[in-house]
């Protein structure tokens, strides 16, 4: 499974970005999806994660209220909408999949480069 994430960029505090990631491959829907966020000088740490036919999701306790994610299989593509952005949001956000569910970095099996979002304050 290859991934490519984007649509980072930079934007004022309050603001909102949709970030996109799609898959390659007809097994889409097999994985369960996830979206982790690594600031400079820190670990990757996990931001929200989607079942593989969407039923399920899962936050971390920094995204929910402002975060949504959601995929599409027909499209082999997840987004991570996120809304009311703080500085404090300010990463490299990288979408990955994973075989069996998990909310862990070690538990991820694909990755995707990662898309840089900024949030000025």
């Known amino acids: 499974v290859q991934l490519q994430g984007s649509g980072g960029g930079l934007v004022q505090a309050g603001g909102y970005l949709r970030l996109s990631c799609v898959a390659s491959g007809r097994t889409f829907g097999s994985y369960d999806m996830g979206w982790f966020q690594q600031a400079p000088g820190k670990e990757r740490r996990f931001v929200a994660a989607i079942s593989g036919s969407g039923g399920h999701t899962y936050f971390a306790d920094s995204a929910k209220g402002r975060f949504t994610i959601s995929r599409d299989n027909t499209e082999n593509t997840v987004y991570l909408q996120m809304n009311s952005l703080k500085p404090e949001d300010t990463a490299v956000y990288y979408c990955?999949?994973?075989?069996?569910?998990?909310?862990?970095?070690?538990?991820?099996?694909?990755w995707g480069k990662g898309t840089e979002v900024t949030v000025s304050s």
């Open positions: 990955a999949a994973a075989r069996i569910p998990s909310t862990s970095v070690r538990g991820m099996d694909y």
